[in-house]
Structures are given as C-alpha cells and as structure tokens.
C-alpha cells in the first residue's frame, strides 16, 4: 500500500523559508509503464485546493506561476522522499500543503490523476 507522510510544516514570518518533505513507501507500486508522478498542493482557508508544484521519475518538474522562482520541488531516489524548498514565503503561502502520488504518469498538476495523498501540513506565514 503506497503511503504518503509529510513533515517539515510549521510557522514563519514574511520572506523567511520552509521545506517540506515528502515520504514515500512501496514508491515501486507507483512505476506504470515507466512512470510516476508526485505533486504538492495546498489550501488555503476559503479556497479551492490548488497544484503547486509536481515532479516525475524522470526529473521532470514544474511549478505554477505564483510560486514561480521561490519554490522548488526535488526529489531523492535514494530514500523516496520529494521535497518543497519555499523560499521568500508571503501570507499568500499560508495553507496546508498536501503530498500527492500518480500512478504511471508524466509530470502533471492535474489532481485527478492523483491516487494517493498525505495528511497535510500546515504552512502558516504571517508579518
């Protein structure tokens, strides 16, 4: 059973940094057809979950626009972890960030295709 377990949430100021990590067990369950996908969202309080960042087993890895520059998403084969440096965080970072696996997919940031998801951490920046 794949399962997804993130740590490295918590509470900074304005323009400080967080990293979030991402662990993976049975990550070899996710490889179909040569492929696996892992993301991170968020949600903010009121609002609609989004996609911030993904990355797949090829290295292939993109971020949305309003992240652009100050986040970025890595991963180690080595210990099956993905990881989210969150650098120059903003009050418009504050939600809880959630870990996310698709099956035998290319790099995407469409939520649909994500099977499996962590418990969320949360992010909180404030001024």
């Known amino acids: 059973q794949v399962q997804l377990v993130e740590s490295g949430g918590g509470s900074v100021q304005t323009g400080g940094s967080l990293r979030l990590s991402c662990e993976v067990s049975?990550?070899?369950?996710?490889?179909?057809?040569?492929?696996?996908?892992m993301a991170w969202f968020r949600q903010a309080p009121g609002k609609e979950r989004e996609a911030v960042a993904a990355?797949?087993?090829?290295?292939?890895?993109i971020v949305i626009r309003a992240v652009d520059g100050r986040f970025r998403i890595s991963q180690d084969s080595g210990t099956n972890t993905v990881y989210l440096q969150m650098d120059s965080l903003t009050s418009e970072d504050t939600a809880i960030y959630y870990c996310?696996?698709?099956?035998?997919?290319?790099?995407?940031?469409?939520?649909?295709?994500?099977?499996?998801w962590g418990q969320g951490t949360q992010v909180t920046v404030s001024s």
């Open positions: 990355i797949d087993n090829a290295g292939r890895n």
């Open positions: 996310a696996a698709a099956q035998g997919m290319r790099v995407t940031l469409v939520a649909s295709f994500y099977k499996y």
């Open positions: 049975e990550y070899s369950k996710l490889i179909k057809d040569g492929m696996a996908c």
